[in-house]
């Protein structure tokens, strides 16, 4: 009735469950729903106000994900935020969120100087930016060269998704190369990405030391396989942070073990959260998957994208009241977003996050990460924790964050004179 | 043009790191497994042709729609313990069996109509294909184990360094698209099937009127593309696993066919080496190059060097290497 | 109208052909044919004359089925062959059922070459070799030229070479009977008698029976037992070949001998006003 | 019998030793002949003699391996089939060449092409020039329609229509033109008496009214007799016989090879 | 006999040449224009939210689109040459606009960005057009395909095309129009109808002029279309010119006015497909068609995405994306076998039985 209706937040969920990137676009997916769905059977929503979670497919294209949008943001209560989960469509709602004050949540992919809340008060890459994955596999490199200035003259190539998300990494990895006298080669993969044969026969002529990998969907597992194919080692493969899961490994079986990737925190595993969830969501019959691949990689990414934007809602609620929060609410929790180890443990996130503390001029919030490697049958960790260095990544994000605000005549906001 | 494929292989065969070489039998697969593709698309193409020249003839998508179809298929076949000598058959009955119901529900009633109107309908189909497919298996990728070697083999890694990669994969595909490019040009050649399906080509009305039935014309052609689709989509998945969606590939096969002459075979292999191994070489070895001199983001020139290479031929021969003339009279 | 009443080929027990009453609307808006009813008996030869346009075509496309191909559809009426309604059947399944037409305006198979079009000709009848390497001598025979250019591709043959090609491809499946959709159109005088004679050797030697449209009125009364004179979709006047030759308005409209005998074409000062049945 | 009191006896034409090989097939071999100013000149030959072909020459589209074309004492070796007709040389076809896809109208308008002048622009805009252009050449060609009564078919897509109607509209678009030189390929073919007669009165007009210079091929003796000045036969590439229909009708060549003893 | 055109006598050729000859015609068409002018300005006043959904998802891709295929189906439909490279064009209106508005502040006008896009699109057209010379029917289109990949490399690959963007993805704001601020969706839908009415009305003109006859003949028969005049070469890069000239201008007002932010994959070869699609299922060589086609194509996917919802029935995401894919197939062949010759020809068809109606002929 009108009267629930009234204390229901709606939340719109960009997903994508087919075409080429259904692979890991659906374990995500069920993550979310997963975890909603939890808050609603576990707590009866949030303090109170129930979750309305609806779904559109995106299929990965811009222009289906911004119709989407478009369809969801007025719906019900109004979209507090909405998670685009491909980095083409965050740039194009990037350019909307102002106007319809609806902040654009990019957890661990999009505009890496979106971080710059000043200039970009809308849109919140939580947890990492590509700058700062390609940063941490820099710096794992290195460490395992035996020092940054161990890089010189050594021969690192790029192969990205010829997209937005796969030139992110493109600047920073130019500039590192710059700073330390590493050659570094970019080398782009077509859409869908199954059509890799001259980019790896090219790998195979220049031989380089190490291929870092920006591939979603079918791109990886066919990166994976195309190495094995032209015998370069898989232990000096480094992907970034969506391309380091069940998916993108499985397919090349054998081929794929010795394989790293970037964590974007997390890894695969069960940990206290997932007892909940067999509780009060798959017990019930509830599930969106079944439970064995509850707690693969992109699964626990999906629940935890999730528990973030609750906790944002959670923390705005205790300003604004107990409510159906709006985007500019949303906006103010997003933006106050403060988890302490504490919060994590109570949470049942304990393993999978570490505390996050988001700020006007921080909307990152935390840029932790570490590396972990395929052993045939599953990811292991196989490094302590790295950070991104802010010494090379904040000029970036600065310069750049200045460019857009001058090509768009924006005013910056002075973060110094907020909370 | 061949003295570009000429130079190039003399280059190689020259080159001190000879481990470019690789390229020679890589482009030799890439054609092919392109070969195989273009077969796919190739008499439906023909078959869809009319005496002026439509607008387009480009039935190749569905071919791999159908394509990834029946890799999915043997897969999910196999998947649920069938063992390959059953999951075969069974997937080639399951093509067949969408033949029948192709040319039952939609090609018998186009007939007679232009080139550019079946290939419309042909990818409406794909679109259906698509939907169903993904409806019934899913999106995962599937890998087709036909217990092919995978590793690569080095041949001569002792006389220089790298050696010469050979991918025993592509090996075998190259010897099945051979096999199967020569036993198609027999059989539209040499049979009285083949014939009517040529005559079907050229002028639906005549065919019709000398008693060549149509249906059975469209069966033969779409179980015949159907199972070469099949065996695409088994060797593709067994190299690199079939999905959905993966359909768009199908271009790669166009500029091998209109490079070659649509309706001829040696046309399909020898375009396919020169545009294979074309594309390959100019990836490697010409697109670091554009980069650096225009400062550019990344080659990736392959995308494009295939069509602009097929585009110069066509200046200079419009029909194609090997292509029938066209008929230009008044 | 009709001119002789009692014919002997219109009383012949069962016609082979018989369409009754058919009326034919193309593109679902267009009426062509308005209830047009013939028979062709066993073994006779019977001649479609009109003017461009009355729908002489259209009817012979009716019989054969290959309507459907052109969006035109059958709305009422029927057609029997041997006694059979035929008029739901697939163009092949007439075929073998021995009826064939050849179609107005050549329709060769232009890639093929002039043997393969041929060849095409026999395909309902399997792989017996025997037979088609037979009937192909037989078709050389009657057609001379077609043997000289059997190995050119049919679209780059010359006008005539390619209805020739029609015809004898049509020949190739051993028809019991013919739609002949002007033979005569673009051959050279002599061809034309030749393939009359060709028509009417098929037809006493073998009994072939055979339904012809033609422009050329001369020829066709001559070698026709029987006529239907067809004007905008309907049969106004029919009759034995003999007679008609002798009606004064075909005499007039179609023969060109109004009373003295041939005119000359320059003679023929002003248009004149048609004197139309309907 | 020189029956077109206007025909000036000045060589509009000229063919000298025309040979045209296609691969192996010779279709036409050594041929010279000429047509005259304001003549009818009529083409007979067995089927595949080469008189489309030499039709085909003469309007560029075939490009003859030797010999030499003068047209209005100019000779030329290659041309385009478009520099024929811009110097006013028009045809009709053997196997119908129209616009399958536009009426009947538009059909005869495209005859007009060349003399329609106005830019994109202008066009684009349809105003002023541009339409005062458009109905001028509208108002020719409604006479032509006229002339030819054809005015019932005007707005039909020309696919549509049946054989002879066709040839007529193919006539239509020829004479739109106003060529001097007219090709017309059979364009008697498939028709009825009454309309082959209706069709030589248009040929006769056409050439008595604009003095239009003809050049037609023709199975039908009856009408090349009857309304040719003179005639040119051809067998399997060879030409056999030139004159005037008496002297052609008498020869033993031509009767051998093609009218036979039946006409 | 609702349709009557019985008593509508024309009495000079212009009459009879008009774009719409037949009196009901042209009232509908002027209503319909009227209508497409004020009605979403009152619906916007109504229903904001509605309204807002309807114009930047609905209404401005639909006109868009719509205007992209009238330029392919000048190409396609009229002038017979077949091109899959309507992508590469539409990125070369783009991104041509795009640079001109970038950085040529003095002109920032949309109506000089979008007329500068359609331009060069249209030089990149004819460059592309030289070889339709030669190569003839399914080798032109993929010959097209050239174009479409190549042009895409090129936006992508230029660094300077993208104002260095790191991610290769450009972004424009601040847009007016005669001085007047376009920043709402209703602005934005209203520009966009002004350029494609009027650019409509001017390929309606071409059309049925001599240059669109000129066009027809080649597509219909083109050996015979040289033979009585017409200069093969002239005319084909004509057509490729004008088509890429709207095709031009349409990516433009996609990147600028529907997107706001674009990357290169926005125009990929998908696009080059779909605007395809909509010319065939529209009706090719028809420009009613173009629109027909283009409703079809926006629409369809999404009404059978939306279907579910509005029935209640609760389906799974990946169910109802399927579903929509099956079901568009299905419509797709589904049309073609009522009327091969698209949407546009089944209405003229209506309209004819509409002219005798109550009489079935
Ligand atoms: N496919 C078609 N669509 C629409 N109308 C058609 C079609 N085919 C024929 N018609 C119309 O049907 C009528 C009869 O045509 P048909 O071809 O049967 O005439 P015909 O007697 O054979 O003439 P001709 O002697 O010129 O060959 C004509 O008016 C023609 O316009
Ligand atoms: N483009 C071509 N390629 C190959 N052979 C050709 C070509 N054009 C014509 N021929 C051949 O040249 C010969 C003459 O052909 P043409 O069409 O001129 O004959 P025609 O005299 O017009 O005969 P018909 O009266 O049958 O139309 C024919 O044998 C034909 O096959
Ligand atoms: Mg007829
Ligand atoms: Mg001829």
Redesign the interface.
């Known amino acids: 009735g009108p009267a629930s209706a009234q204390n229901e937040q709606f939340i719109p969920g960009l997903?994508y469950?087919?075409?080429?990137y259904?692979?890991n676009g659906?374990p995500w997916?069920n993550g979310v729903a997963d975890y909603y769905n939890l808050i609603n059977e576990r707590d009866g929503g949030i303090n109170g106000v129930k979750i309305l979670y609806e779904?559109?497919?995106t299929?990965y294209a811009?222009?289906r994900g911004?119709?989407c949008y478009?369809?969801l943001k007025?719906k019900g209560s109004g979209a507090p935020f909405v998670n685009p989960l491909s980095?083409?469509i965050t740039?194009?709602l990037?350019?909307?969120a102002p106007v319809d004050k609806i902040p654009v949540i990019s957890m661990g992919y999009g505009?890496?100087e979106s971080r710059d809340g000043s200039v970009f008060p809308w849109v919140f890459p939580l947890l990492g930016t590509y700058w700062s994955a390609a940063d941490i596999i820099v710096q794992h490199i290195a460490k395992k060269e035996g020092g940054l200035d161990k890089l010189k003259g050594k021969k690192i190539v790029l192969v990205?998704h010829?997209?937005?998300y796969g030139?992110?990494p493109?600047?920073l990895l130019t500039e590192r190369a710059k700073m330390h006298g590493f050659e570094f080669?970019?080398?782009?993969?077509?859409?869908?990405g199954?059509?890799q044969?001259?980019?790896w026969?090219?790998i195979?002529?220049s031989?380089p030391d190490y291929v870092l990998l920006w591939g979603w969907g079918?791109m990886n597992?066919?990166a994976i396989?195309?190495a094995?194919?032209?015998?370069f080692p898989r232990e000096k493969m480094y992907g970034v942070w969506w391309s380091g899961a069940e998916?993108d490994v499985r397919?090349a079986?054998d081929?794929a073990k010795g394989y790293n990737a970037a964590m974007l925190q997390h890894g695969a595993g069960k940990f206290a959260i997932h007892d909940d969830i067999k509780k009060f969501v798959y017990d019930k019959g509830k599930g969106a998957t079944k439970w064995d691949e509850v707690g693969e990689v992109l699964y626990n990414r999906g629940m935890i994208n999730a528990m973030l934007n609750i906790e944002a809602l959670r923390i705005a609620q205790k300003k604004f009241g107990n409510k159906p929060m709006t985007g500019e609410q949303a906006r103010w929790g997003l933006e106050n977003l403060t988890l302490t180890a504490e919060d994590v443990k109570r949470l049942g996130f304990e393993g999978l996050i570490r505390p996050i503390k988001v700020s006007c001029a921080d909307h990152e919030g935390t840029r932790a990460g570490r590396i972990q490697q395929w052993d045939g049958k599953e990811w292991k960790v196989v490094s302590d924790w790295y950070e991104s260095d802010d010494k090379v990544l904040k000029p970036m994000v600065e310069a750049?964050a200045k460019k857009y605000a001058e090509?768009?005549?924006i005013t910056p906001r002075d973060c110094s004179k907020e909370n | 043009m061949v003295l570009f494929a000429a130079l190039t292989l003399a280059q190689l065969s020259g080159a001190k790191d000879v481990a470019t070489a690789s390229f020679v039998g890589a482009g030799a697969v890439v054609a092919g497994t392109a070969g195989l593709l273009a077969l796919a698309g190739w008499h439906r193409a023909r078959a869809a042709r009319e005496s002026r020249p439509p607008g387009a003839r480009l039935q190749v998508s569905i071919g791999l729609a159908c394509a990834v179809l029946g890799g999915v298929l043997a897969a999910a076949f196999s998947g649920r313990g069938w063992p390959m000598w059953l999951a075969l058959p069974a997937t080639a009955l399951v093509m067949v069996a969408l033949a029948y119901g192709i040319e039952r529900l939609v090609l018998r009633r186009l007939v007679n109509q232009e080139g550019i109107i079946l290939f419309m309908a042909t990818l409406g189909i794909a679109h259906f294909i698509d939907g169903a497919g993904q409806t019934i298996w899913g999106s995962d990728i599937y890998k087709v184990d036909l217990g092919l070697p995978k590793d690569p083999i080095f041949l001569l890694s002792g006389v220089f360094e790298g050696g010469l990669l050979v991918e025993p994969t592509d090996l075998i595909a190259a010897g099945i698209a051979g096999a199967l490019v020569i036993s198609l040009a027999l059989f539209f050649q040499k049979t009285r099937t083949g014939r009517a399906l040529r005559a079907v080509a050229d002028d639906h009305a005549a065919a019709q009127s000398v008693g060549i039935p149509l249906n059975q014309i469209w069966l033969v052609v779409w179980t015949v593309s159907g199972l070469v689709a099949l065996v695409a989509g088994m060797i593709w998945g067994a190299k690199l696993g079939v999905q959905f969606s993966i359909s768009l590939i199908a271009l790669k096969a166009l500029p091998v066919l209109i490079l070659g002459g649509f309706t001829s075979v040696p046309g399909a292999i020898i375009g396919g080496l020169i545009i294979g191994a074309g594309e390959k070489l100019s990836e490697v070895f010409l697109s670091p190059v554009l980069a650096k001199t225009f400062d550019l983001a990344g080659g990736g020139i392959e995308n494009w060097f295939a069509y602009m290479l097929a585009l110069v031929f066509l200046m200079v021969r419009p029909q194609g290497l090997f292509g029938e003339r066209i008929i230009e009279r008044v | 109208m009709t001119v002789a009443q009692a014919s002997p080929a219109a009383d012949a027990a069962t016609p082979i052909l018989a369409v009754s009453n058919v009326e034919v609307i193309y593109n679902h808006v267009i009426l062509v044919l308005k209830g047009v009813s013939l028979q062709v008996p066993d073994g006779g030869i019977v001649a479609l004359l009109g003017a461009n346009g009355a729908g002489k075509s259209t009817t012979l496309k009716t019989i054969s089925c290959l309507l459907r191909a052109e969006r035109g559809d059958v709305t009422k009426g029927t057609v029997t062959y041997r006694g059979e309604r035929v008029d739901q059947l697939t163009p092949n399944e007439l075929v073998r059922r021995g009826v064939i037409q050849v179609m107005e305006g050549r329709h060769c198979f232009g890639h093929l070459t002039v043997e393969e079009n041929l060849l095409t000709g026999a395909f309902i009848h399997g792989n017996n070799r025997r037979q088609t390497a037979e009937d192909l001598e037989k078709v050389y025979h009657y057609f001379p030229r077609l043997r000289q250019r059997r190995a050119s591709q049919a679209g780059y043959t010359s006008g005539g070479e390619q209805q020739m090609t029609a015809i004898g491809r049509a020949l190739m499946s051993r028809p019991r009977t013919i739609l002949l959709d002007e033979p005569s159109m673009g051959l050279a005088p002599q061809l034309v008698e030749e393939i009359f004679e060709i028509v009417q050797r098929l037809n006493t030697e073998q009994g072939v029976s055979i339904l012809l449209a033609e422009q050329n009125t001369n020829v066709a009364l001559k070698f026709a037992h029987y006529g239907y004179i067809l004007e905008n979709g309907r049969v106004v006047l029919d009759g034995d070949a003999a007679a008609l030759r002798e009606n004064e308005d075909v005499k007039e409209f179609y023969l060109g001998m109004a009373g003295e005998g041939r005119r000359s074409f320059k003679d023929v000062k002003h248009y004149r006003r048609r004197k139309r049945w309907l | 019998m020189a029956r077109a009191a206007h025909a000036t006896g000045e060589v509009l034409l000229s063919l000298e030793n025309i040979s045209l090989r296609f691969g192996g097939v010779k279709a036409l071999t050594d041929i010279s002949f000429d047509i005259r100013k304001g003549e009818i000149r009529a083409i007979i030959g067995p089927n595949g003699a080469g008189k489309s072909s030499m039709l085909n020459c003469i309007n560029g589209f075939y490009h003859p391996q030797e010999g030499r074309i003068t047209y209005k004492g100019v000779t030329r070796r290659q041309m385009r089939p478009h520099q024929a007709a811009e110097q006013g040389i028009a045809r009709t076809f053997q196997n119908i060449a129209l616009f399958k896809g536009m009426s009947t109208l538009d059909n005869i308008m495209t005859g007009r092409n060349l003399r329609m002048k106005t830019g994109l622009l202008a066009q684009a805009l349809h105003w002023g020039p541009a339409q005062r252009e458009e109905n001028e050449h509208r108002a020719f060609v409604e006479r032509i329609i006229d002339f030819l009564e054809i005015q019932h078919i005007r707005k039909v897509p020309v696919g549509r229509l049946p054989y002879g109607l066709q040839k007529r509209v193919e006539l239509g678009r020829a004479l739109a033109a106003e060529p001097e030189l007219l090709l017309l390929d059979e364009p008697m073919a498939g028709m009825n008496l009454e309309e082959k007669q209706d069709m030589c009165r248009f040929v006769l007009d056409v050439n008595d009214q604009f003095g239009t210079t003809i050049c037609l091929i023709e199975h039908d003796m009856g009408v090349v007799m009857d309304i040719s000045d003179r005639v040119v036969v051809l067998d399997y590439g060879k030409k056999i016989g030139d004159g005037t229909p008496d002297e052609v009708k008498a020869s033993p060549d031509v009767i051998a090879a093609y009218l036979g003893t039946s006409h | 006999m609702l349709y009557r055109e019985a008593g509508q006598f024309k009495t000079s050729y212009s009459a009879d040449q008009a774009i719409f000859p037949i009196l009901q015609d042209r009232l509908f068409v002027i209503a319909l224009i009227v209508l497409a002018f004020l009605a979403p300005v009152a619906l916007a006043a109504a229903a904001p939210g509605l309204a807002q959904y309807l114009f930047t998802e609905i209404l401005i891709p639909f006109l868009v689109f719509s205007l992209a295929a009238v330029g392919l189906n000048i190409l396609v439909g009229y002038c017979g040459q077949v091109s899959l490279g309507t992508g590469g064009f539409m990125a070369v209106g783009a991104y041509a606009a795009y640079n001109l508005w970038l950085r040529v502040p003095l002109v920032n006008d949309l109506i000089i960005v979008f007329l500068f896009g359609g331009l060069m699109a249209a030089a990149v057209g004819i460059l592309f057009g030289l070889p339709s010379l030669r190569i003839k029917g399914f080798y032109l289109a993929v010959a097209t395909l050239a174009a479409q990949f190549f042009l895409d490399w090129i936006v992508a690959r230029v660094k300077w095309l993208t104002n260095y963007s790191s991610s290769g993805s450009v972004a424009v704001g601040n847009l007016t129009v005669l001085g007047i601020p376009i920043d709402t969706p209703m602005a934005r839908y209203l520009v966009i109808l002004a350029v494609v009415v009027v650019l409509t009305l001017v390929a309606k003109n071409l059309v049925r002029g001599h240059i669109g006859r000129s066009w027809m003949a080649i597509r219909d028969m083109d050996i015979a279309a040289e033979i009585i005049g017409f200069r093969p070469l002239r005319t084909k890069l004509l057509a490729f010119a004008v088509s890429s000239f709207y095709v031009g201008v349409a990516g433009a007002m996609y990147g600028f006015l529907r997107l706001g932010a674009w990357e290169p994959l926005a125009f990929d070869i998908n696009r080059s497909f779909a605007i395809l699609f909509m010319v065939i299922i529209g009706g090719l060589g028809s420009i009613l068609g173009s629109f027909l086609g283009a409703a079809f194509i926006v629409l369809t996917p999404i009404m059978l995405n939306q279907l579910p919802g509005w029935l209640g029935l609760h389906m799974s995401t990946a169910l109802i994306s399927h579903l929509e894919f099956m079901i568009f197939g299905v419509m797709i062949v589904f049309f073609l076998i009522v009327e091969p010759h698209g949407l546009a020809r089944l209405w003229a068809i209506a309209k004819e039985k509409l002219r005798l109606w109550p009489f079935p002929h």
């Open positions: 997903v469950r087919t075409g080429a259904a692979p659906i997916a779904e559109c497919e299929a811009t222009d911004v119709e478009e369809r007025g980095t083409g740039f194009a990037i350019e909307k505009r890496s990205y010829d997209s937005p030139k992110e493109i600047a080669t970019p080398l782009p993969v077509t859409h869908p199954v059509e044969k001259a980019t026969l090219q195979r002529q031989r079918v597992s066919t396989k195309e094995a194919a032209v015998g998916p397919p079986e081929g750049a090509e768009k005549k």
